[in-house]
C-alpha cells in the first residue's frame, strides 16, 4: 500500500470545520496509507490529524511555505505527498488519477487539478477569470486521453509522486519560493506587442506568496501542468467555503459558471 503524506495549512480558528472535513476525508482513503500533518499558527484538536506543527512566524503569509519543508523533510519516507489548504477537499480519485496520468504523460508534463465552488445555482470555477484562459493550443492526447494547458496555474494544492518530488528538488529549492520573472523595458514591450496581436504571452510573477507554495512547482521547475479534460469530472477539487461565487468574507466576486466552463471543454475536445 502506497505511503501518502498529506501535509496541511491552517490559520486561526475559523476554517475549523472545512479542514476537519478535509482531514476525515483524507483519513477515509481505501487503498493509501495516509499521515496528516498540519502546520498551523493554533493549537488544534481535530480527530484524524497525525501530528501538529504550531509555529509563530512575524509574517504568516510564509506559513503555507513551512508546509513544503514538512514535505521536503520527509521525502524519503513516503510514495505520494499532498500539499493542501485547509479547505480543499482532497479526494481518494485525486491521487489514484495523478499517479493513472504520471505513468502516461512526458517527464516534463504533470497532472493538475481545477478548483471549483457550489451554489443553488450551480457549479462556479473561481480560478476562470481575466486573464486566464485555457490554452486551445495545447491539446494533447497520451495514453488515449486527452489533456490540455489552463495557464491560471493556482490551485492551492499540489500533488506529487516521490520521483517527482525528488525531481523538482534538483530544479529549484524546494523549502524556499522561486524568485519570479522580471521584464525589462524592452521585453515588457515586445510582451504587450504580443497581445495586441491577440497573442497570448504567459503571465509571471502573478502569484501571491501564499499562492507561490503551489504556483512555484507548475511556474519554475520545468512542469507544465495539464489537466486531463477527457476525464474532467475526476480533475476538479472543491473550495469548501464557497466564497467567490457571491465575493463574500472580503473576497472579490471571481470566476465562471458552469457553462462558460462547459463551453470551452467542449471546444477543446473538437481540437484534438
Not at 1 to 9: E, F, K, Q
Not at 230 to 238: C, P, Y
Request: aromatic share 12%; glycine share 6%.
Amino acid at each position: 500500500m502506497n505511503r501518502v503524506l498529506a501535509v496541511l495549512v491552517n490559520y486561526g480558528d475559523e476554517q475549523l470545520d472545512y479542514l476537519a472535513q478535509v482531514v476525515a476525508q483524507l483519513k477515509a482513503f481505501e487503498h493509501y496509507d495516509v499521515t496528516v500533518i498540519v502546520n498551523s499558527n493554533v493549537a488544534l484538536d481535530i480527530t484524524g490529524i497525525d501530528r501538529v506543527q504550531i509555529f509563530e512566524l512575524d509574517n504568516y503569509q510564509y506559513l503555507p511555505l513551512t508546509c513544503r519543508q514538512t514535505l521536503w523533510d520527509n521525502r524519503d519516507a513516503y510514495d505520494i505527498f499532498i500539499y493542501g489548504e485547509n479547505d480543499h477537499l482532497f479526494l481518494e480519485q485525486h491521487v489514484d488519477k495523478h499517479l493513472e496520468y504520471t505513468r502516461i504523460l512526458p517527464k516534463n508534463r504533470i497532472a493538475g487539478l481545477i478548483q471549483y465552488e457550489e451554489s443553488p445555482e450551480g457549479r462556479f470555477y473561481p480560478g476562470y477569470h481575466i486573464p486566464f484562459e485555457w490554452d486551445y493550443r495545447s491539446v494533447k492526447r497520451y495514453g488515449g486521453k486527452t489533456f490540455a494547458h489552463f495557464n491560471n496555474i493556482h490551485q492551492a494544492s499540489f500533488i506529487l509522486t516521490q520521483a517527482q518530488l525528488l525531481r523538482i528538488g534538483k530544479r529549484l529549492d524546494f523549502v524556499a519560493l522561486a524568485p519570479d520573472k522580471r521584464y525589462n523595458i524592452v521585453q515588457k514591450a515586445f510582451r504587450k506587442f504580443l497581445k495586441l496581436l491577440g497573442v497570448r504571452v504567459p503571465v509571471y510573477g502573478n502569484y501571491s506568496l501564499k499562492c507561490k507554495v503551489n504556483t512555484d512547482i507548475f511556474q519554475y521547475a520545468g512542469l507544465k501542468k495539464l489537466i486531463c479534460i477527457s476525464e474532467f469530472e475526476a480533475n476538479l477539487i472543491h473550495h469548501l467555503p464557497n466564497l467567490y461565487i457571491s465575493g463574500t468574507a472580503g473576497r472579490q466576486q471571481l470566476g465562471s459558471s458552469e457553462s462558460r466552463m462547459q463551453e470551452a471543454i467542449q471546444r477543446l475536445m473538437k481540437t484534438r
